[in-house]
């Protein structure tokens, strides 16, 4: 018996175990939507921007492991999916975009609501692709939720016609599927890798670079086994952040721009670079003619075209993370590392990650009571000072995980992110660290987050700057602040130096804003106060707390390397 | 890092015959400014495969890289290096030569004579030079007759294909 492309659809969403779509209905997705309001497996979250819905599903992907579904209508609703589809690509989230489109022959007609969304995202997919002939329909499908999971995972987009969600066809829904041109790597070359590990045996001062990799395969628990066994010191990548817990005494810090001091001199100064599921992003870099300059690099991605493009590698491994774990545990043995680890304390000791504690309420002093308050589940951020801050300051590890925008750096994807994964994992903590700046980009699903009975704690610091440009222009644009004050109205004066007694009032009111749309709001503006509001936020069981943090429009993000020079050149305060 | 030298590189690229494969393959090239010579793409023996001949003009380390970068997409089923193995590669070109006296003639079919190629059309004061050589071979007839025939030709060419050989001497 036939089927018709609108079953076969929710068919294969049924089949592939799905959850939970965020979806945001239109006139060429309506029939799809109508399927699934007739079912009761699968949940629609309905954020109330597309940008906030595949944002929200990147949070649950990266909360969950499984991918994210998003559904879409076309034309504006598949654009208002591109940054979200960049973000995901940059940090391989499994995401499996359907989206709306006009039917086959309206297709080049310049038909309301047409965009030709698969050519518009084709370098910032894994694989796109528009249905053409209702017989494609369920291998199409299984081959993105296949695609999207393995490997290095990444966002696939699939674009429906309308005609095609109609039209009526085979009804099954393939378990598997035959791709002749996608071979994820599996297994690893084992002389490569012990070539690997001959080198860092053979270390004097060998270090340990942990990428997002580590914790994208999941394999944290193999990562700490190598670590606590050959005792080397780990540093890592923002996404690399809790691939070893943060108060675990081999872990130095992270490092790269605003890594810590500690951090950035071991990469300087070690003799072999053991690198695990990175890019080598010119963020952590600097300057690659100064790179890692006295040491041999060993690389090991799952990505072939990572491995010597960036930087050039003594040791090229390609597989995944645990893969390469697994083995390597194998042969670890006991490495002499005492002296080497002594030198990393003294330049812990020299300039220890820490803002003053004499001038009122600091990031520093926030975060440390969000980890006392707060010690388990996940740690959202969105883009900016408060992010690196985050980085800094906040203890992760196996039950608290870190869900941040690193490559992109999207500014606006905090909260949705922290909306996916409180509907991912609702017995989990998910506290939100943003910035004004960052929260008012998509501070509409405020009205998901109450709808959805989330309650999520979000924590806004609020400097009253686009704080990252404005630490950039207070150090290298001779304190001209661009366009970077919030609070800057019509009739302020053009060059403006900072904040004084006669500048307008910040907007919005973020209590006020919260308050309208039924969630909670709170102020803090005394470190006195910062335990005791979070406190309070915890016994909010029905709703999110907004916690506005009025901090300080002068605090920076230090150390800094300017970009583009060698990571020993920190500006230290 | 190691500056290699630039120079010419051969590709043999086997994709999926599908909607939007080309224009991926391409967007590559321009997306992360790879310096793409010339592409031609064509069904083979298969109806469901397309092979592309693609010609870069890179150094060591970015070659490595589009190659890798080709080898991952989802629609790529084959890169095949064809730098370095002997091959057979031809590009059709057509060389319009026009405003030509009986003299000019003369030499436009001397010059064909020489160079191997086919006078595929001929006019009063025209002729229409047909051309399957390889690319170089090309750039050089090229170079001659705007030379030769200052600011009166017509050039149309359909980029190299090249395929391996099965004898190993040829190239």
Redesign the interface.
Known sequence: MNMTGRRLFLKALQEEGVEMVFGYPGGYVTDLFDELYRQEGIRLVLPRHEQGLIHAAEGYAKATGKPGVCLVTSGPGATNLVTGLADAHYDNVPLVCFTGQVPLELIGNDAFQEVDIVGMTRSITKYGVTVRNREDLGRIIKMAFYIASSGKPGPVLVDIPKDIQLASGDPEYPESVQIRGYKPASGVHVGQLKKAYKLLKSAKRPLILAGGGVNISGANELFQELVETMRIPVVTTIMGKGALPTDHSLYIGSCGMHGKYAANMAVMECDVLFSIGTRFNDRITGDLSEFAPKASIVHIDVDTAAISRNVEVDVPVVADAGTALEKLLEWAEKMDTVAWQERIEEWEKEYPLGQRRDRGMTPQMILEEVNREFPTGFLVTDVGQHQMWAIQFSELGPNRRLITSGGLGTMGFGFPAAIGAKLGRPEQDVVLITGDGGFQMNMQELATAVCEKLPIIICVFNNQYLGMVRQIQQLFYGKRYAHTCLRRRLGCPLMCKGPGADCPPYTPDFVKLAQSFGAYGARVEKAEEIAGALAEARTHTDAPTVIEFLISSEELVLPMVKSGHAMNQMILS | ??VSKMKNRWIALY??N???VL??VS??FS?KSYNLQSLTVGTTEDETVSRMTISVLSDD?TF??IK??L????????VVDLTQVPIHMKEILFAKLLGLDEAGKEEAFRIAQVFGVDVADIGEDSVLLECKLTERRNNELIDLIKERFKNSIEVVRGGAVAIESISTSCR
């Open positions: 890092m190691s994709v999926e599908q909607v939007g224009a991926k967007g590559l997306g380390r490595e890289q890798k970068q080898n991952r997409m989802v629609e790529v089923i084959k």
